[in-house]
C-alpha cells in the first residue's frame, strides 16, 4: 500500500496541495501487485492514487473516488519521484509528468502515465531511499466541479404556490456529490406574474450530512452563456439543509429561449463544515463548548478574557484516540459573530493548523484577537448576547488528513537537502548574475567614455 506521509497546502491562487506517499520498494520487482493508496480529500473529492508495474516501467495514476452523475471535476496535477542525493536527478532521469486540465466524469475517473518511470534507471540513479521505499509527490491544482443538467420546461402554467408567491411544482436536478455530500439545485416559477414580467427563484438544498451547519460557496448560470450568472455567491445552510432562495427577473421560457429544456450549471467553489459554540464571556465556569468536527472527533473551545484582549482556546479532547504510530493534521478557521446579524462575522487571524499524535491530553492552541475584553465585556458590545452575556463561535473545519510516521523521519532529511540545494542553486546563480551586471555596466562605461571623446574631437576647430 502507498501510504500518505506528508501534507503542504501552498496557499497560492490555485489552491495547489502536495501529497507525498511513501511507495514500497517492492512495486520494482517483476510480477509485483499494483500498488494502491488509501482515500485523501482534495477539492472537496475523494481520490485515490496506484502504481503499476508493467516490462520495463511503473505507471502513476489519480482516480476520483466520487464521481456523479453530470459532475465534472477539472484539475491539473503532477507525479515525481524524490531523489535521496540531488533534485536535479529529478529532470534528468525525467521522472516527473504534468497532466493539465483533465477532466473526471463517471465515464473518465482514471488520469496517469503508463510508463511514468524505468525500473532500472530508478535503481541505477539511487531513487531508493534509506528504507527501501521510493518517495513520491503528488501535486495537485486549479480544481473546477462544475454540474451540469437539462431541466424540461412544463408546457402548463403552474397553479399552486407557496407562501413565497411561487410555484409548489418546482423543478428540481438529480443529485449530485460534493464536499462528500449530496446536492441539488431547484428552480421555483413566479405563477402570479405574466409571461413577460415572471421570474424564478433558485434554491440550492444539501441532502446529506445534516449533524453539521455548513458554509457554501457556488455559482449558477441559467441558460446558454450570457443569459444568466449569478457570480459566486455564500450561503450558510443550517441543519435542514435548505439553502436560501435567489430571485431570477426573467421567467423559464425566456431563460430557455423558447427550448424544451433550460440549461442549468452550478459552479461548486467550496463548502465547509461549521461547528456553533456558545460560550460566555465573563463567568469562568461557564467559558467552555464542546463541539465535534465532521470525522466525529471531540474538541473543546475556551474563552479567555484575562488578558488585555480576548483569547480563545481550543483542546482535541479524543487526541488519545489518533491511531499509534501517526498523525493527524486539522486545520480550522475561527469567526465571532456579531448581534442582530447571525450571518455577520468577524474573522479572526487564521486559518489555524496543528499537527496531532496520540497522548494523554491536549495541551491547547491559543488563538490570540485584536478585540480588547473591555469590548466584550460593555454591556452594548456587539459580539455579547444581552440575554445571557454569551458570545456565538464558528469553528470552520478546513482540512484533516492521518499521515503515517508522526516523529521526523530520514524522508524529511531528503526534503531539507534539496531545500539547501536549491538555495546554493540560487545563491550561486545571484552571484553570477551580479557579476554579469558588473561587466555589463563596466562595458557601458566604457562605450560611453569613447563616445564623449570621439564627440570632442569632431567638434575641434583647425588653428590658422
Same mark, same amino acid.
Request: overall charge neutral.
Given at each position: 500500500?502507498?501510504?500518505?506521509?506528508?501534507?503542504?497546502?501552498?496557499?497560492?491562487?490555485?489552491?495547489?496541495?502536495?501529497?507525498?506517499?511513501?511507495? +514500497?520498494?517492492?512495486?520494482?520487482?517483476?510480477?509485483?501487485?499494483?500498488?494502491?493508496?488509501?482515500?485523501? @480529500?482534495?477539492?472537496?473529492?475523494?481520490?485515490? !492514487?496506484?502504481?503499476?508495474?508493467?516490462?520495463?516501467?511503473?505507471?502513476?495514476?489519480?482516480?476520483?473516488?466520487?464521481?456523479?452523475?453530470?459532475?465534472?471535476?477539472?484539475?491539473?496535477?503532477?507525479?515525481?519521484?524524490?531523489?535521496?542525493?540531488?533534485?536535479?536527478?529529478?529532470?534528468?532521469?525525467? !521522472? /516527473? *509528468?504534468?497532466?493539465?486540465?483533465?477532466?473526471?466524469?463517471?465515464?473518465?475517473?482514471?488520469?496517469?502515465?503508463?510508463? *511514468?518511470?524505468?525500473?532500472?534507471?530508478?535503481?541505477?540513479?539511487?531513487?531508493?531511499?534509506?528504507?527501501?521505499? &521510493?518517495?513520491?509527490?503528488?501535486?495537485?491544482?486549479?480544481?473546477?466541479?462544475? $454540474?451540469?443538467?437539462?431541466?424540461?420546461?412544463?408546457?402548463?402554467?403552474?397553479?399552486?404556490?407557496?407562501?413565497?408567491?411561487?410555484? =409548489?411544482?418546482? &423543478?428540481?436536478?438529480?443529485?449530485?456529490?460534493?464536499?462528500?455530500?449530496?446536492?441539488?439545485?431547484?428552480?421555483?416559477?413566479?405563477?402570479?406574474?405574466?409571461?413577460?414580467?415572471?421570474?424564478?427563484?433558485?434554491?440550492?438544498?444539501?441532502? %446529506?450530512?445534516?449533524?453539521?451547519?455548513?458554509?457554501?460557496?457556488?455559482?449558477?448560470?441559467?441558460?446558454?452563456?450570457?443569459?444568466?450568472?449569478?457570480?459566486?455567491?455564500?450561503?450558510?445552510?443550517? =441543519?435542514?439543509?435548505?439553502?436560501?432562495?435567489?430571485?431570477?427577473?426573467?421567467? @423559464?421560457?425566456?431563460?430557455?429561449?423558447?427550448?424544451?429544456?433550460?440549461?442549468?450549471?452550478?459552479?461548486?467553489?467550496?463548502?465547509?463544515?461549521?461547528?456553533?459554540?456558545?460560550?460566555?464571556?465573563? %463567568?469562568?465556569?461557564?467559558?467552555?463548548?464542546?463541539?465535534?468536527?465532521?470525522?466525529?472527533?471531540?474538541?473543546?473551545?475556551?474563552?479567555?478574557?484575562?488578558?488585555?484582549?480576548?483569547?480563545?482556546?481550543?483542546?482535541? =479532547?479524543?487526541?488519545?484516540?489518533?491511531?499509534?504510530?501517526?498523525?493527524?493534521?486539522? %486545520?480550522?478557521? &475561527?469567526?465571532?459573530?456579531?448581534?442582530?446579524?447571525?450571518?455577520?462575522?468577524? +474573522?479572526?487571524?487564521?486559518?489555524?493548523?496543528?499537527? $496531532? @499524535?496520540?497522548?494523554?491530553?491536549?495541551?491547547? *492552541?491559543?488563538?490570540?484577537?485584536?478585540?480588547?475584553?473591555?469590548?466584550?465585556?460593555?454591556?452594548?458590545?456587539?459580539?455579547?448576547? +444581552?440575554?445571557?452575556?454569551?458570545?456565538?463561535?464558528?469553528?470552520?473545519?478546513?482540512?484533516?488528513?492521518?499521515?503515517? /510516521?508522526?516523529?521526523?523521519?530520514?524522508?524529511?532529511?531528503?526534503?531539507?537537502?534539496?531545500?539547501?540545494?536549491? /538555495?546554493?542553486?540560487?545563491?550561486?546563480?545571484?552571484?553570477?548574475?551580479?557579476?554579469?551586471?558588473?561587466?555589463?555596466? %563596466? $562595458?557601458?562605461?566604457?562605450?560611453?567614455?569613447?563616445?564623449?571623446?570621439?564627440?570632442?574631437?569632431?567638434?575641434? &576647430? +583647425?588653428?590658422?
Amino acid at each position: 500500500m502507498a501510504k500518505l506521509c506528508r501534507f503542504v497546502k501552498l496557499h497560492d491562487r490555485f489552491n495547489a496541495q502536495v501529497y507525498s506517499f511513501m511507495v +514500497p520498494g517492492k512495486v520494482l520487482r517483476e510480477f509485483s501487485p499494483d500498488v494502491i493508496s488509501k482515500d485523501f @480529500v482534495y477539492g472537496y473529492q475523494r481520490w485515490n !492514487v496506484s502504481f503499476v508495474r508493467s516490462e520495463r516501467h511503473i505507471g502513476a495514476f489519480l482516480k476520483l473516488q466520487t464521481p456523479s452523475q453530470g459532475l465534472r471535476c477539472r484539475l491539473d496535477f503532477s507525479f515525481t519521484i524524490i531523489n535521496k542525493e540531488h533534485f536535479t536527478k529529478v529532470r534528468v532521469t525525467n !521522472v /516527473t *509528468f504534468i497532466e493539465k486540465s483533465c477532466e473526471f466524469t463517471p465515464e473518465t475517473t482514471v488520469f496517469g502515465r503508463k510508463t *511514468f518511470a524505468e525500473t532500472e534507471d530508478l535503481l541505477a540513479r539511487n531513487f531508493l531511499q534509506d528504507s527501501g521505499d &521510493l518517495l513520491l509527490e503528488l501535486e495537485m491544482r486549479n480544481i473546477h466541479n462544475i $454540474y451540469e443538467c437539462f431541466m424540461r420546461v412544463p408546457k402548463e402554467p403552474h397553479t399552486g404556490n407557496n407562501r413565497h408567491g411561487y410555484s =409548489t411544482d418546482r &423543478l428540481e436536478s438529480t443529485y449530485f456529490l460534493f464536499g462528500l455530500s449530496d446536492w441539488s439545485v431547484s428552480l421555483f416559477p413566479d405563477s402570479s406574474s405574466t409571461e413577460a414580467d415572471g421570474s424564478v427563484a433558485v434554491q440550492l438544498q444539501r441532502h %446529506s450530512s445534516f449533524d453539521h451547519l455548513c458554509c457554501v460557496r457556488y455559482r449558477v448560470i441559467l441558460g446558454d452563456e450570457g443569459t444568466f450568472d449569478s457570480g459566486d455567491l455564500e450561503q450558510i445552510l443550517d =441543519t435542514s439543509g435548505i439553502g436560501e432562495p435567489f430571485t431570477v427577473g426573467a421567467s @423559464v421560457s425566456r431563460l430557455s429561449r423558447g427550448r424544451s429544456t433550460l440549461r442549468v450549471k452550478v459552479e461548486m467553489i467550496s463548502v465547509v463544515y461549521v461547528s456553533e459554540a456558545s460560550v460566555s464571556a465573563l %463567568s469562568r465556569s461557564k467559558n467552555r463548548a464542546h463541539l465535534y468536527d465532521r470525522d466525529k472527533q471531540a474538541w473543546m473551545l475556551e474563552a479567555d478574557t484575562s488578558g488585555k484582549n480576548l483569547c480563545f482556546k481550543l483542546y482535541y =479532547t479524543d487526541i488519545s484516540h489518533v491511531p499509534r504510530k501517526f498523525s493527524r493534521y486539522v %486545520s480550522w478557521h &475561527l469567526r465571532l459573530l456579531t448581534r442582530g446579524n447571525s450571518r455577520a462575522a468577524r +474573522p479572526l487571524n487564521g486559518p489555524f493548523n496543528k499537527y $496531532y @499524535v496520540q497522548q494523554e491530553l491536549d495541551e491547547g *492552541f491559543t488563538m490570540k484577537t485584536d478585540i480588547p475584553v473591555e469590548e466584550v465585556t460593555d454591556p452594548d458590545s456587539v459580539y455579547v448576547d +444581552p440575554e445571557d452575556r454569551r458570545l456565538a463561535v464558528y469553528v470552520e473545519w478546513l482540512e484533516s488528513h492521518l499521515l503515517i /510516521t508522526p516523529n521526523y523521519h530520514s524522508h524529511d532529511d531528503v526534503i531539507r537537502l534539496h531545500k539547501h540545494q536549491m /538555495t546554493r542553486e540560487i545563491m550561486a546563480l545571484q552571484a553570477e548574475n551580479y557579476a554579469l551586471e558588473r561587466q555589463l555596466y %563596466s $562595458y557601458q562605461q566604457s562605450i560611453a567614455k569613447k563616445d564623449s571623446r570621439g564627440r570632442g574631437d569632431s567638434f575641434d &576647430l +583647425p588653428q590658422k
